[in-house]
């Protein structure tokens, strides 16, 4: 009993919530496809925070990260529209 205990705390790396962790290579990926632009990538972390609670790209939910590696650039324009409806995207 003790043992899966155990396991589990493991995997939740201790994040509020009991959200699992992505695989590093996968933030990575997230990293590489949304960041480069400074404005947009403090965007894109204040996004997840808000919404996920994600203290970073690895704790965003594994189906998220799965649609926004499908299409980044509709996540970044969507994005873009919440934030910033002023501006014609």
Same mark, same amino acid.
Request: aromatic residues 6%.
């Given at each position: $009993?003790?043992?899966?205990?155990? !396991?589990? !705390? $493991?995997?939740? =790396?201790?994040?509020? *919530? *009991?959200?699992?962790?992505?695989?590093?290579?996968? *933030?990575?990926? #997230? =990293?590489?496809?949304?960041? *480069?632009?400074? $404005?947009?990538?403090?965007?894109?972390?204040?996004? &997840?925070?808000?919404?996920?609670?994600?203290?970073?790209?690895?704790?965003?939910?594994?189906?998220?990260?799965?649609? &926004? #590696?499908?299409?980044?650039? =509709?996540? &970044?324009?969507?994005?873009?529209?919440?934030? !910033?409806?002023?501006?014609?995207?």
């Amino acid at each position: $009993m003790g043992g899966k205990r155990k !396991q589990r !705390q $493991m995997k939740t =790396d201790g994040h509020e *919530g *009991g959200t699992e962790r992505l695989p590093v290579a996968t *933030g990575r990926h #997230l =990293d590489r496809v949304l960041g *480069g632009d400074p $404005m947009t990538e403090e965007l894109v972390v204040q996004y &997840i925070e808000a919404r996920w609670r994600a203290k970073n790209l690895v704790y965003v939910p594994r189906e998220k990260a799965a649609k &926004i #590696l499908k299409n980044p650039a =509709d996540f &970044i324009r969507s994005l873009k529209r919440r934030s !910033q409806p002023e501006l014609a995207f």
